[in-house]
């Protein structure tokens, strides 16, 4: 093993980590909100809407990352309209494409996935919510959202997960990140081994550190489901 | 549009080959779901076993290859596995290269990492099986490898079965990266397609439009068996699943 | 007190499908009424529970509570209420109690009770929690506040589904099978609690298997028998030798002793 | 490697079978182009049997050293890093570069358009590329990650433009074509090629840069310890390029001829 | 016949931790005896039970079912069966039905009553099938034996537990809350069966909250508390006179009428 080798990759890579991670949590945020309106869109019984949010889901949960974001990036700078409209110097920038591209995808999934924690709600909370006079936002924000969350949590944190890797397609639109540093130096180096085992580590401790951090949010609103506290028994 | 012409099934026509790409990532995703379920199944056995070095090392497998970017994976193994294999021919007396094929390489590399999320699935269906049902078979009298036989598995593949759809959703799409093989597969043959005939948009929205075909077909596959499997499970209940 | 009247149906209807559950139900309660339902499983009285508080919406009927008329619309067919503002209000006013508790399972049980006052009724959070220590002190479980749901067994969270409904002053208390699924200590202890309620004057609709609630605590019992009221009576009028031969078979498993 | 002497008889090539003219794939499922064509001139003469196998571009040269095949031909510049890996054969072609702009932009036609000039590596100081770095200043320039044109920009641009990096050059002409750059930097044969497929929306501007500040020009990649491979292959590139095999194909696929000046 | 024991526990202890479940229980059944087990919520009797058919490994005590002793490892504070053959043995033939009925969900009810004479005794399945539909036909609910337990109501998959019970023809039915959360039209449906088994001189252990089948049913009441057995006699003995006072407080609710 080369170490002076790993030493200086595992600096150049580290420098592109900024990126990596501004690219996941601006993706992440987006997405979530983005996931919120496709989501109340798709339960909202309207058949034009929840119509609209299932196409919706379905391609973007069902085509590869890589022509979403190729087509968001090269694509939309074919059509003039866009070309000359109040959007292009937003999506002129590299990086609100990849962004863009990005949440457009995990909203998708995000919508499913938070689907799924509303659906688990038990129908019978929802109903003593409504006995003593909750509708509306109120029955949402008080009852719904808290509970829907914490179900849908463990699956969530496994797109982000997933999302953190994504990131790494970026550098097709010109975003240099932590995988397209690697592949543009082991293009210089050819050292694939090396440089790919660096790159690794870098991607496995993030995602360690989301994944605790998640199970800690996991755990902080799981009090009710925990065992009896000691103090509580007594 | 003229460039349509290019999509079609003549000599100047890609469909052909872009349908036999659609078909070599099914195969492959097939293949490596496959080997992910055997995998998965080994290691969702170990995080269950409550031996803490099977529990660990089951969680080092888990937290690795659903940690490390699908991309990086791949070139381990496809140069990683080639030089192992290499050195295994030369052990018994081969002398030269030996490669992995790429299509074992791909379905490999995809296989192992759809067994990390497969061993979670497997894991979660498990747990899902009710205490009551495990204990009114043993009430009867039934040893362990036939509670396993007549009551575990049959609910945990009832149980996996969401989870096993989207874990086929995945691989499909982790599939697309197997194209650094040189495997031509429906990503890598839309790439050289656009690069040949410097069509990028037709054919990317092409291979888009492929992939959401095998989505779809894919998609009423994993439902069929879910009502299939969810015969016993009242109409609002299956909803939940 | 008694005289004001709390809560009055008129010519309730309800079908599911081409299922009539409810065939046309009438009935007043005043102040102080403690009302036994009892029927056979299926016979509607869960139905008729919700669609006094709108849980379902009844086809046809009316339903005043505390005086004040419930808006319907009629149009194509279908029925709802003209007013979900409306139905929020009158909601606050009706306290259920459902036969599974179904308490928040994500709040302590301090935090269910002060749900609704707090954040329905706007009122000022520190007089919310005092009261609700106090009605939690009355039920018998102030030291539980601060637990969770699924900590508590079943006569606790039942007791703790009745705190969250007083908590809501509500004008007219709806009780769904309070006491099944209990052991009869923990059925003691519910029916003590519902007992000394009576014995405070609030207005009672109880649907209960608990013949001995029927005949000891409640002024009235009504017999529901598919979709309709067979008979009704006091429990004196209706236990002894009044009684339809209907309700006398009903009976007859508790009657009997076996 | 292998510490014994291999008889060739048979060898795999590979190509990535999208670089289209030099190599690219025909509708059938074929693959055609320069390339291809110039291999089954070589293969022949070296009287080796060849098989082409298409591959991807990244990781190309770790899978040859992995044995995967035994010879990359895809527009490959002999460099001084991939001689640190691999072993190159002879060049079979030399090829200059040029930038590419808009055709409506105000940088086309910039002075010199249409012109050749020859560059040494390291060389400074050339009127032509002061000129245009007086023309260039402030624009974005996109190239190709990673290659020889991409050290070249860095080198003589770097301090005046904005450079971006691509990982493809087809990604980079769709995106001068949209306006979010200038100015690209290429190989002029793989441009000539592209402004075709652009409908003539792209042109040349300023010289075209030849000479050996590209290196010797396009070589066979080949495994270091394949040395009699390599022989066996450069005496056939030297009796193509003497009878002029290379110059009809290049003219058949480039309009031009690309063999290398000896 | 009576005069077989069939049952026989002695001194049996069982802890959680540091809390002692069960204090040292011992019973007798004979054949055709049917014993009510009554106590308080907590008090253990489903842990005892579960101590018996070995779903819980008692600390401490002997058991004996059919004559046939269990053989126990004492091991580093530890204990445990000695053999898995004979607590598979012994478990086929004590057949359990559990409060929350506990059937396999993805089988139909005839699939659950046959799995254990065909894959556990490997009787002919022909035969197996001929017996279970006799079976579902006595607990009355033959029509439904293609239906799964999920589509049942409570009433029908209690029936279909002890059907499935049944088939494995046991020497002991142990029955743990048979008839709680039926309404009390089911509690009658259920209660007919179980009388029906006595009478054909089954031996019962019934843990169970309905005075009227302890009172009418049974040969024999236990009154557990905190992990004794406080009080057993005849029905008459128990609820007549001879009570002690805990289990008079126990019975209050029911014995008052509230
Ligand atoms: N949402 C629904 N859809 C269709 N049918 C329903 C629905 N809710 C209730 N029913 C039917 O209406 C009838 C009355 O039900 P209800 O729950 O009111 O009975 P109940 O008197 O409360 O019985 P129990 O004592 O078992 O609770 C039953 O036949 C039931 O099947
Ligand atoms: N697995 C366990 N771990 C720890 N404590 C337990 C466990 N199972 C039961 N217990 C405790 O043992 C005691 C007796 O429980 P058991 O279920 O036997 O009571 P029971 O008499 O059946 O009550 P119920 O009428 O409520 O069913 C209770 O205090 C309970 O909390
Ligand atoms: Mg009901
Ligand atoms: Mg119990």
């Not at chain 1, 999506?91 to 909203?107: F, K, N, Q, W």
């Not at chain 3, 029927?39 to 379902?56: D, M, P, Q, V, Y």
């Not at chain 4, 050749?116 to 624009?139: C, D, H, N, R, S």
Request: charged letters at 20%; a neutral charge.
């Amino acid at each position: 093993m080369d170490f002076t080798f790993l030493a200086s990759t595992m600096v150049t890579l580290l420098k592109a980590v900024p990126t990596t991670l501004i690219l996941f949590s601006l993706s992440i945020f987006f997405g979530g909100l983005l996931a919120l309106v496709i989501v109340w869109m798709r339960v909202s019984g309207n058949p034009v809407l929840s119509g609209f949010a299932k196409g919706y889901i379905f391609v973007f949960r069902g085509s590869p990352l890589l022509i979403q974001m190729f087509l968001v990036f090269y694509g939309l700078g074919q059509f003039g309209v866009i070309r000359y409209s109040f959007l292009w110097p937003f999506l002129r920038e590299p990086m609100v494409c990849a962004i863009l591209s990005l949440a457009l995808c995990t909203a998708g999934y995000t919508a499913e996935i938070f689907r799924g924690g509303i659906r688990a709600v038990s129908p019978k909370e929802i109903e003593a919510a409504r006995s003593i006079g909750m509708s509306g936002f109120l029955l949402v924000r008080r009852i719904l959202a808290p509970i829907a969350f914490r179900h849908a949590l463990p699956a969530y944190s496994t797109e982000i997960v997933l999302m953190m890797k994504s990131t790494a397609l970026a550098s097709l639109v010109t975003v240099w990140e932590v995988t397209g540093v690697a592949q543009r130096l082991i293009s210089q180096t050819y050292r694939t081994m090396e440089v790919f085992l660096c790159a690794a580590i870098i991607y496995l401790v993030l995602n360690f550190i989301i994944l605790q951090g998640m199970a800690l949010l996991e755990y902080s609103l799981s009090r009710h489901r925990r065992a009896i506290p000691q103090a509580l028994k007594a | 549009m003229a460039s349509l012409e290019l999509l079609g099934f003549g000599s100047t026509g890609w469909g052909a080959l872009l349908i036999v790409a659609a078909l070599m990532t099914l195969a492959v995703t097939a293949t490596a779901l496959a080997i992910g379920a055997v995998l998965g199944a080994i290691v969702a056995a170990a995080k269950l076993s409550g031996n803490p070095f099977l529990v660990a090392l089951g969680n080092v497998y888990t937290t690795v290859f659903r940690g490390v970017p699908e991309l990086l994976i791949i070139y381990l193994i496809y140069f990683g596995g080639s030089s192992a294999v290499t050195s295994i021919g030369k052990a018994m007396g081969y002398e030269g290269f030996l490669g992995l094929p790429s299509f074992a390489a791909g379905a490999l590399a995809v296989g192992i990492i759809s067994g990390s999320y497969q061993a979670e699935v497997f894991r979660g269906a498990f747990l899902a099986i009710s205490k009551g049902e495990l204990e009114a078979a043993s009430a009867i009298g039934m040893h362990r490898g036939m509670r396993f036989r007549r009551i575990i598995m049959p609910q945990v593949l009832r149980l996996a079965i969401p989870g096993l759809g989207n874990v086929w959703q995945l691989s499909l799409k982790d599939s697309a990266l197997i194209s650094v093989t040189g495997l031509a597969e429906l990503m890598r043959t839309s790439q050289v397609a656009a690069g040949s005939t410097r069509q990028y948009f037709l054919f990317f929205i092409a291979g888009g439009c492929l992939y959401l075909i095998l989505t779809s077909l894919s998609d009423r596959v994993f439902n069929g068996a879910e009502r299939r499997a969810n015969r016993s499970m009242p109409a609002s209940a299956m909803g939940q699943a | 007190m008694p005289g004001v009247t709390r809560l009055s149906v008129r010519n309730i209807r309800k079908s599911f499908g081409t299922h009539e559950v409810l065939r046309g139900i009438s009935l007043d309660a005043q102040d102080g009424d403690v009302i036994s339902l009892l029927g056979a499983s299926g016979s509607g009285k869960s139905t008729f529970l919700r669609c006094i508080n709108l849980l379902e919406t009844a086809s046809d009927g009316e339903i005043w509570v505390d005086g004040e008329h419930i808006e319907m619309i009629h149009k194509k067919g279908k029925t709802r209420p003209a007013s979900q503002k409306q139905v929020d209000h009158i909601r606050s006013e009706l306290g259920m109690v459902f036969q599974s508790f179904n308490l928040w399972s994500h709040m302590t049980i301090l935090q269910n009770v002060i749900e609704g006052p707090i954040h329905v009724l706007k009122r000022p959070r520190a007089e919310c929690i005092a009261e609700a220590e106090a009605l939690l002190e009355k039920v018998g479980i102030a030291d539980k506040r601060h637990a969770y749901p699924a900590h508590l067994s079943g006569g606790q969270q039942q007791r703790a589904a009745i705190a969250r409904a007083l908590a809501m002053k509500p004008k007219v208390m709806l009780f769904d099978e309070p006491t099944s699924a209990l052991d009869p200590e923990l059925v003691g202890e519910v029916l003590r609690v519902m007992r000394a309620l009576a014995e405070e004057g609030m207005t009672m609709l109880v649907v209960t298997h608990e013949m001995s609630f029927a005949l000891n605590v409640s002024n009235r019992v009504v017999f529901m028998r598919e979709g309709l009221i067979e008979s009704s009576g006091t429990p004196d009028e209706m236990f002894a030798g009044g009684a339809t031969p209907a309700f006398r078979q009903f009976i007859g498993h508790f009657g009997t002793g076996q | 490697p292998p510490a014994f002497s291999k008889d060739w008889t048979k060898a795999t090539i590979t190509l990535e079978g999208a670089y289209a003219p030099w190599n690219l794939t025909n509708a059938d499922g074929t693959l055609g182009g320069f390339e291809p064509e110039l291999a089954k001139v070589l293969c022949e003469r070296a009287k080796i049997e060849c098989t082409l196998v298409a591959s991807d571009w990244d990781g190309m040269i770790p899978a040859l050293n992995a044995g995967k095949f035994d010879v990359i031909m895809d527009a490959l510049s002999i460099t001084e890093e991939r001689r640190q890996v691999i072993d190159f054969t002879i060049p079979y072609a030399a090829t200059p570069a040029a930038f590419a702009t808009a055709k409506d932009s105000p940088l086309a036609n910039a002075a010199g358009t249409g012109a050749t000039i020859k560059m040494t590596p390291g060389q400074t100081g050339v009127k032509e590329i002061e000129a245009l770095k007086e023309l260039f200043k402030g624009k974005t320039i996109g190239i190709q990650a990673a290659t020889v044109y991409a050290k070249f920009v860095y080198d003589n641009f770097g301090d005046i433009a904005e450079i971006r990096e691509y990982k493809t050059g087809a990604d980079r002409d769709l995106d001068l074509q949209n306006g979010r750059i200038d100015l690209g930097f290429d190989d002029a044969v793989y441009f000539a090629n592209a402004f075709q497929a652009a409908n003539g929306a792209l042109a040349f501007t300023g010289p075209e840069i030849a000479g050996s500040i590209w290196g010797e020009g396009e070589g066979l990649g080949i495994r270091k310890a394949d040395t009699e491979l390599r022989d066996k292959f450069n005496a056939a590139i030297k009796s193509a390029l003497a009878d002029g095999t290379v110059k009809t194909l290049s003219m058949k696929w480039f309009k031009m001829d690309v063999s290398p000046q000896q």
